[in-house]
């Protein structure tokens, strides 16, 4: 029982981090302050449904997409891992603020969703961490820590006005940025693992 809860916490963190859960909170703020608070709920719901669905597809579906592409894992570990870590920098460095013509409409898929919350990094790290799943209690514990860490997401951006008055938005800028670090972290990681297995380099 221990190797199933270990590897839930492992990969509920993972994924909590890497879907950076704070600089999603600050775009969303940014992008919804003439909503009243029926309706920034009501978009944070969507939104964390459509996020689901969306890794739920990358992660089931990694090792079908690099056999019919010819890709080995770890070519994509490195280029998946080179495009998350751009995105940390991004994060650490860059302006969460919505362009003027996307603050209005149907914001919850797209651009809150894809690419805010599932960008091109995310994406790639989760197609690799899809990938190297062995056994196929790994996948349903994957689903379920991958469901959990969404969820957590979720809560976040339903609260979303809680937080703010809590924290300030300098408060949140901080915590994005902070994220934005163990993003980095994460990235380095499996570019690390990618270039180590294709140079055939011992552990």
């Given amino acids: 029982m221990n190797a ?8 509920w963190i993972r994924f909590f981090f890497l879907l950076t859960p704070f600089f999603v909170l600050s775009t969303f703020l940014a992008m919804t302050p003439e909503l ?10 969507r939104v964390t449904l459509a996020v689901l669905v969306a890794c739920f597809v990358l992660y089931s579906f990694g090792n079908t997409l690099f056999s019919l592409f010819g890709i080995t894992l770890d070519s994509f570990r490195i280029g998946a ?5 751009l995105s940390a920098v991004h994060m650490v460095h860059g302006d969460d603020s919505a362009p003027p013509s996307e603050k209005r409409g149907a914001i919850s898929v797209v651009p809150l969703a894809i690419p805010v919350t599932v960008g091109p990094g995310t994406t790639g790290a989760l197609l ?5 799943v062995q056994h196929n209690w790994q996948v349903f514990v994957g689903l379920a820590a991958l469901a959990m860490a969404v969820l957590c997401v979720g809560i976040l951006l339903v609260c979303a006005s809680f937080i703010e008055h809590i924290v300030g938005k300098k408060g ?13 972290a994460l990235a380095a990681q499996i570019v690390f693992t990618g270039v180590r297995n294709f140079l055939k380099i011992g552990a």
């Fill in 81 to 85: 891992g080179s495009l998350l870590f």
């Fill in 36 to 45: 009243t608070a029926s309706e920034r709920r009501s978009t944070a719901l």
């Fill in 172 to 184: 949140i800028t901080i915590l994005s940025k902070l994220t934005g670090l163990f993003v980095a």
């Fill in 4 to 11: 199933y809860s270990d590897f839930f916490f492992t990969v």
């Fill in 128 to 132: 690799v961490m899809g990938a190297e």
